[in-house]
């Protein structure tokens, strides 16, 4: 039987058996009436209990283990989904899966529980994939569910290290299939609808088959590397179509190497920390007398043997006045650098974990908000200036000693209109959703996104730094740029311009690795459409 596509489904009533669905296992309810005729207690507890019943569709069964789907129908709809794993007769196998399955991560099993189930040598509940890696690098779906390289490396790099577990049990995965490996989604990670994945082991019927291959493993990503080498390639997207290439050289080698194992895979995905390449362009505009733009690019490591390095990257976009605006931007990104990096970087006894990266810009950046107040009341000049904030930051060890404490994290900060992207094969996605007039006017559906781009009060802002009264509070998310993307940092002097296919149009038309002048493309354009306004880029690649 083939591998169907793994599909969850939206809670419905039941609906008529399909093919491939094995009789519905039903739990008989009873009955809550008072008489019935039969003489049940109606003071029973299970008597009042809702039905439940079991939709049971087989999914694939070989070698004596089968992979079913179980929908659990109560409460008046579909209360939960799982995969049912069985091994039907006990022995060396089934052991040897439960205890794979007992002390492998669960993010690479999607493992539940075991079930109990005396007829079958081990019975096991995992999570169902949203679907199969071969249907997801294919982009069907909306584009958010197209896998980002970072996360393929990652899940790679997890099976690869739960496939050296099997084998040291005893279990052994033949040439492997993108079929065969589930692919689940996360929640938003932020407002724009981008969604985290991770893969999943679904060749559970294959364990114990030939002799395992860690090589067919780097082909089948090198494959799958190709499907969204196209994507990029086919946009323009010149920045990732060479990270592409740059990695399906490395896999080559990989793949090349004689006896690799599935422990030294894991080992050479894990070292692919991916490097940053930084670009920006500034500039008045066609009506401004002064830039009141400012942008800011910070790369420094921790002077210790195990410590961090840290990547801030930045725009404000200052008002208040000719003089105002532009000490406000100014001031609020000096303040930013030397808070966060202090607070970070300074030398001490007990090292700093990533992901206090969010507490502590959750504490600078109100302290900036009240900062510029101050200041404004020392300088009547300044009395009202305030300014707009977004940028990326990231902590993570400069070495690769495990004292070097915790993983890496990466956080996207914004306070205003200035915006963040996320330049990707399958297109521009915004990572900051706009404290404006006009963006609640948006999101409420009382106006479209073409009347949102020519509103009249497009610039009226409902949260800064500074600036007086306006809410000063930040929204702050964890999110890590991936190999082959481009974070876009801008003031609204490029959006007011462009819209977002146009700006994307203009990076597909510069091309090449170079960010300043991708930068300067995009600052250009905006003067050619008017120049309304000062108008800041800064660009933060990612790359090997």
Not at 23 to 37: C, I, K, N
Not at 315 to 329: F, I, P, S
Not at 333 to 339: F, H, S
């Amino acid at each position: 039987m083939s591998w169907n596509p793994f599909k969850k489904k939206e809670p419905e009533q039941p609906s008529a058996p399909v093919d491939d669905v094995t009789e519905p296992a039903r739990v008989p309810a009873a009955t809550a009436s008072l008489d019935d005729g039969n003489g049940d207690d109606a003071t029973d507890p299970l008597g009042a209990a809702p039905r439940i019943e079991e939709r049971v569709s087989l999914l694939r069964r070989n070698n004596g283990i089968r992979l079913e789907q179980v929908e659990v129908w109560g409460h008046g709809g579909l209360s939960d989904t799982f995969m049912r794993l069985i091994v039907e007769e006990p022995g060396p196998r089934a052991a040897a899966i439960r205890e794979l399955l007992l002390n492998a991560p669960e993010h690479v099993t999607g493992f539940r529980d075991l079930l109990v189930n005396p007829a079958a040598g081990l019975a096991a509940a995992l999570e169902l994939p949203d679907t199969s890696l071969s249907t997801a690098c294919l982009g069907d779906g909306p584009p958010e569910l197209v896998p980002r390289l970072s996360s393929l490396v990652t899940g790679i790099a997890g099976l690869a290290r739960l496939l050296g577990a099997a084998t040291r049990l005893g279990l052994d995965w033949p040439t492997p299939t993108a079929g065969q490996i589930g692919v689940m989604y996360e929640g938003p990670a932020v407002p724009a609808g981008l969604r985290r994945y991770r893969l999943v082991f679904a060749g559970w019927d294959t364990l114990n088959g030939a002799q395992g291959d860690p090589a067919a493993l780097v082909a089948l990503m090198a494959s799958t590397l190709m499907l969204l080498r196209e994507q990029a390639e086919h946009a323009g997207f010149d920045f990732a179509v060479k990270q592409f290439d740059a990695l399906a050289g490395l896999l080559s080698d990989l793949e090349q190497r004689a006896r690799i194992s599935y422990d030294e895979l894991a080992d050479e995905l894990a070292a692919l920390k991916p490097r940053h390449t930084l670009g920006s362009c500034t500039d008045t505009g066609q009506v401004r007398t002064n830039n009141q733009d400012a942008g800011l690019l910070f790369n420094l490591d921790q002077s210790s043997l195990a410590g961090k390095r840290l990547l801030l990257a930045a725009v404000a976009d200052g008002m208040g006045g000719h003089k105002g605006g532009e000490v406000a931007a100014t001031l609020a990104l000096d303040l930013l650098r030397q808070q966060l990096g202090q607070s970070l970087l300074a030398p001490r006894s007990k090292l700093i974990e990533a992901h206090q990266l969010k507490p502590h810009l959750e504490t600078i950046i109100p302290a900036i908000d009240r900062a510029l107040g101050e200041r404004a009341q020392l300088e009547p000049d300044l009395t009202g200036m305030g300014t707009t904030l977004v940028g990326l930051a990231q902590l993570r060890a400069q070495s690769t000693q495990p004292a070097a404490g915790g993983a890496e994290c990466s956080v996207v900060f914004h306070v205003g209109d200035s915006r963040a992207y996320l330049l990707m094969p399958s297109g521009p996605r915004r990572l900051t959703s706009d404290h404006s007039f006009v963006q609640e006017l948006l999101d409420s559906g009382e106006i479209s996104e073409f009347e949102a781009f020519n509103h009249p009060r497009k610039n009226v802002i409902t949260r800064c730094l500074g600036g007086g009264n306006s809410s000063s509070e930040p929204e702050i998310h964890e999110f890590t740029p991936g190999l082959g993307e481009i974070v876009l940092l801008c003031s609204d002097g490029l959006t007011d311009m462009l819209h977002d296919h146009d700006i994307w149009r203009v990076v597909g038309e510069t091309g090449g690795e170079d960010l300043d002048a991708i930068a300067c493309a995009l600052v250009a354009a905006a003067n050619e459409a008017g120049g309304k306004d000062n108008i800041t880029v800064v660009l933060v690649g990612c790359g090997l």
